[in-house]
């Protein structure tokens, strides 16, 4: 007996039956496969279907984004810098003080408008003060960082601004230009009497100029003066090596000269209303009587402001305004 017959049982047959079982099952165990993959690929397509449905409906109910969002980082803490740094604190805080720029720099980048380094609060830059106070951190003799958040950060946090640079005459008594700092900060928000003091305080510093001692005891009579305020910023302009903070005390000696020079223009507004009853409807009108007073004119006869732009008549208002092509900051 053949093998093929032991293991029939000698039924000659019975081969072609295990063959029919064989593709039976092979045929059922095919149609399973496929059921499962069917299934498999639903249940795939309803969960991508049910993601979409619900990234969509999240969309929907989103508050508004804000547009500079996607620039808030989250930084080394300076404790761990510290660490990092294998005792090398000057270049942590150099890597701090860059990160700080960058993040200013691309949110100036991404604005659309005019805005003033003094001024930066449409930005929203709120990692500005945790950023300078850590780069003070590792190097509390970083004068750079102070200077820029006396000037930047009291639009945003004046709070952060003064005990960052209270911070830093704690770990440098001896620099005068801190206690010029933070005069500034204090003068800027109206409180003459703590500006006074920083003053004060900062001429008594071994070293520190004679003007100091000046400024405070103008800040007491005259806080809120234009001509302090000029006095301000040219001293800001001289003490200055930071190229932004020069710029902006220029713009701002600029303004406080425009606002000067508008004054000058509504008196003579104001005397040709008053003899012509009237208010004048082009600059012409009035070029003799603002060249008289010494205002440089275009061929119109509109007076030019200390940027060179003229300036633009509010005929009926009988006002003058800047242009807005002008450099000149108009708060």
Avoid at 221 to 235: C, K, N, T
Wanted: with cysteine; charged share 25%.
């Amino acid at each position: 007996m053949s093998a093929t017959e032991e293991t029939t049982g000698g039924n000659p047959n019975a081969g072609e039956g295990l063959t029919e079982d064989f593709a039976a099952t092979s045929a059922r165990a095919s149609r399973r496969g496929r059921t499962r993959d069917a299934l498999l690929a639903l249940t795939v397509v309803a969960g991508l279907a049910s993601v979409f449905a619900l990234s969509r409906r999240l969309d929907a109910r989103r508050p508004a984004e804000d547009p500079f969002q996607s620039y808030e980082e989250l930084y080394v803490r300076p404790e761990t810098a510290r660490r990092l740094s294998l005792g090398f604190n000057g270049l942590a805080a150099d890597w701090y003080w860059l990160r700080s720029l960058q993040y200013v720099g691309r949110k100036v980048d991404a604005y659309r408008g005019d805005i003033t380094l003094d001024d930066m609060t449409a930005l929203g830059i709120r990692n500005l003060g945790p950023l300078l106070d850590e780069a003070t951190t590792l190097d509390p003799q970083f004068m750079a960082a102070y200077e820029f958040g006396a000037v930047v950060l009291p639009a945003i946090d004046r709070e952060a601004a003064i005990k960052l640079v209270q911070k830093g005459i704690r770990d440098n008594p001896r620099d005068w230009r801190l206690y010029q700092h933070l005069g500034y900060i204090y003068w800027q928000a109206g409180r003459f009497g703590e500006a006074r003091e920083a003053y004060a305080a900062g001429a008594r510093v071994p070293g520190a100029p004679a003007w100091m001692n000046a400024m405070a005891a103008q800040m007491g009579a005259h806080g809120g003066s234009r001509d302090l305020a000029r006095e301000m910023y040219r001293r800001m302009y001289e003490e200055s090596a930071d190229e932004q903070v020069r710029t902006l005390a220029l713009k701002r000696l600029a303004q406080l000269d425009s606002l000067d020079e508008r004054e000058r223009i509504r008196r003579v507004l104001a005397d040709f209303q008053t003899r012509s009853g009237r208010c004048p409807a082009a600059w012409r009108e009035t070029a003799p009587a603002l060249r008289s007073t010494g205002f440089k004119t275009d061929v119109s006869g509109a007076p030019l402001d200390p940027a060179g732009m003229p300036y633009v008549l509010d005929a009926a208002a009988c006002d003058v305004r800047l242009d807005e092509r002008s450099p000149i900051p108009k708060k």
